[in-house]
């Protein structure tokens, strides 16, 4: 066997496994998400085993929300009871200049961060329940949007548009007239199943042209 072909089969049995690896952690990427139900955490917040892990469900961070958009979970969720959520449709975060959720968690599963650089989730744009999608004008989430032009656009139909900037705060899925909602906020943790779910056997993703 020549050097060059045998340098080719390890290449060729390399690429293999390292897609064999990748395909068996979406494997467990996707199933933590729906283990964990993938709720919307409070600005700050860690990941989502480390945020369970740190909180210690006390509500300091619940009571100090001026806009009472902090909730917690019931006791069904079982390792995330009294965990703190938020559900965009009822009550959005509004990104707080001082945070005051963050500071009055001293448990550090919430750390300091700018209001523009929050990473609370990615707002993503339903088809079948937009109704500029049924030839009908609404900007209602671009006109909620604290970071318009950045997190969110509205093309030439009125079809919003989800930008990088997007900070996951809800306001867009909050003011949308629609139930469910024409754009609807997805977790970190939610979101990454969601793409997952778009692989092929072998961990390859193809997410569109709106994937931050």
Known sequence: MSDEHDR??????????????????????????????????????????EFLASCTRCGDCITACPYGTLKKQPIE??????????????????????????????????LPVAPAKVAMGTAVVQPDQCMTFDNKVCT??????????QALTIDENFHPRVGEACTGCGLCEQHCPVNPGGIQVYSPTRYRAERIEQDTYFGWIDVGEDAP
């Open 8 to 49: 080719n089969r390890r290449g060729f049995l390399g690429e293999f496994f390292s897609h064999f690896r990748k395909g068996v952690h979406n494997q467990v990427e996707r199933k933590l998400g729906k283990v964990l139900k993938a709720p919307i955490r409070p600005p700050g917040a860690l990941s989502e085993l």
């Open 77 to 110: 969720t079982g390792l995330a009871n009294s965990a703190p959520y938020v559900e965009p449709a009822t009550q959005a975060c509004h990104l707080c200049p001082d945070t005051p959720c963050i500071t009055a968690c001293n448990d550090g599963a919430l």
């Open 140 to 149: 209602l989430c671009y006109d909620a949007c604290p970071y318009p032009e």
